[in-house]
């Protein structure tokens, strides 16, 4: 068999799981694939899914995107935008809506820096607001995001700090 140019993730993933210490046999069985198809990702003879790469990288408790950018899926720069945008969405300190306005902001910024917006945002939550547009939220959104008149509609008003 030939070998694909994967060998860089391959070679990655063989340092991780063995940082790991985990023999290639238990990280096949905590990814939920095959020994030897893993072994094969290994020496850079198989190009694996994006699918099997997030198992993979769960399974070594690893970034998916850092795999993503190995493998070719994804460029580096598309990866730093995703670990943004999946730290903003996964803070439990603020609400929904907080964090779409928050999303757009950031947009308008990558926006104005000239970098196209990401995958995400046209059809995912900064597109859920409705009525403030990336580009206006951009000059005064903090002052926005904290307690607009949409949050004290929908839930009680908390005293400012």
């Known amino acids: ?82 670990e943004t945008r999946a730290v903003i969405l996964a803070d439990p300190s603020i609400n929904e809506r907080q964090k779409s306005v928050l999303l757009q902001i950031y947009d308008s910024f990558r926006k104005e820096n000239g970098f196209e917006p990401g995958p995400e945002s046209g059809g995912g939550a900064g597109s859920e607001t409705g009525g403030e547009s990336a580009s206006g939220a951009g000059a005064d959104g903090p002052h926005k995001a904290g307690g607009g008149d949409a949050d004290t509609a929908s839930k009680p008003s908390k005293p400012s700090h």
């Open 1 to 82: 068999m030939a070998s694909l140019n994967v060998g860089n993730l391959g070679e990655y993933l063989r340092e991780q799981r063995r940082n790991a210490q985990l023999s290639l046999r238990q990280l096949a069985d905590a990814a939920g694939v095959s020994n030897p198809y893993l072994s094969q990702i290994e020496r850079g003879l198989r190009k694996p899914s994006a699918e099997v790469l997030q198992q993979v990288a769960k399974a070594l408790r690893i970034s998916a995107e850092t795999l993503y950018v190995r493998a070719g899926i994804l460029d580096e720069r598309e990866r730093e935008e995703l």
